[in-house]
Structures are given as structure tokens and as C-alpha cells.
């Protein structure tokens, strides 16, 4: 007996898989990173804690939407990648030390946020929080399934990785 999965049958796969993922680090952003100060394309100022859960939902959509624009398909690389732009700035991975280490072609992508967390230091940090560019909120469209069909869908995280799942220690900057 052959079993087929239709594409509308994926396609509801993969939201449910997306949505759990992005509770997931919701609650972790929440419980990790609660003081994190986010500003807001309209300059409204919050701490991560203070976000109403819908807006906190799309603010980490966008980070994984923006994580996978780097190649990143691990769970565990994109829950860095966006902690990253909650605890340092939306705009971190602009900084030319960023590009060149998650665009270097001989890395495989979630080797990279890795390499990135080991070069980061105080300085570098600081300065890119102090180019915090709010309208990089809206810079990369976020993740909605709903209305991507199968086809046109980016890749879905990869959840059964070895180690892939475990976000709990991402990272803390202090």
C-alpha cells in the first residue's frame, strides 16, 4: 500500500509545523529575553514582555523569515538569528562582519549563526545597537503560510536534526 500526501495536505502540515515553531519561540523570547527593548517601525517603544502576543507573533515570524533569507532551515538557527534581532537589533545581520560570515558560500547556512555567536564581541554589539533601524520590522516580509501555496512556500524548518530543536540556550548578550 502506497501512501500519497496531497499538496493541500502539505500545505497544512507545514502551517501547523510554522505556527507550533513560532509559539515555541514566542514563549522562549518571553521567558529568555523579557527585558529586550524593541522599537517599533512607528517608534513605539517596548520590552519584549510588554508586546501583545499576536504582535510578538509577527515580530518573530519576520526573524525566522529573515533568518531563512540567509539559508538558515534548522529550528535551533533560526531561533538564534532571531533572538539576534530581539536582544541586539532587527537590523544585526547588516553589519559587515554579519554579511560576510552569513553569506560565506564554504559554511553550510546553520553553520554559520554559530561562527557568528563565537566572533561577536562587546564592541561590535554595541555598535550595532546603536544602528538600530526599527524599520527593520518590516523589512522582510513575514512568514505567512496561509497564503503561499506548497510551491512557493520557503522551506520548512527542519525539526528531527540532531540538536536541532534544542533553542533553550541560545544566546544571552548582556
Not at 514566542?26 to 521567558?31: D, M, N, S, T, Y
Not at 503560510?145 to 540532531?162: I, K, R
Amino acid at each position: 500500500m502506497r501512501l500519497t500526501v496531497r499538496a493541500e495536505q502539505m500545505s497544512e502540515i507545514e502551517k501547523k509545523t510554522q505556527d507550533r515553531f513560532v509559539r515555541q519561540l514566542a514563549a522562549h523570547l518571553l521567558e529568555n529575553y523579557p527585558d529586550a527593548k524593541v522599537i517599533l517601525p512607528d517608534e513605539e517603544r517596548f520590552t519584549v514582555d510588554a508586546l501583545l502576543p499576536k504582535k510578538l507573533r509577527e515580530l518573530v515570524r519576520i526573524g525566522i523569515s529573515c533568518a531563512r533569507s540567509y539559508g538558515l532551515t534548522f529550528e535551533n538557527s533560526m531561533a538564534a538569528f532571531t533572538a539576534l534581532m530581539f536582544e541586539i537589533a532587527p537590523n544585526f545581520h547588516t553589519n559587515s562582519m554579519c554579511q560576510i560570515i552569513l553569506k560565506d558560500d564554504g559554511v553550510e547556512p546553520n553553520q554559520r549563526i554559530n561562527i557568528l555567536l563565537d566572533t561577536l564581541n562587546e564592541k561590535t554589539i554595541k555598535t550595532m545597537r546603536e544602528k538600530y533601524d526599527p524599520a527593520a520590522w518590516k523589512m522582510v516580509e513575514p512568514l505567512n503560510v496561509e497564503n503561499q501555496s506548497a510551491a512557493n512556500q520557503p522551506a520548512a524548518a527542519v525539526p528531527n536534526e540532531t540538536g536541532n530543536t534544542d533553542f533553550v540556550a541560545t544566546v544571552k548578550i548582556n
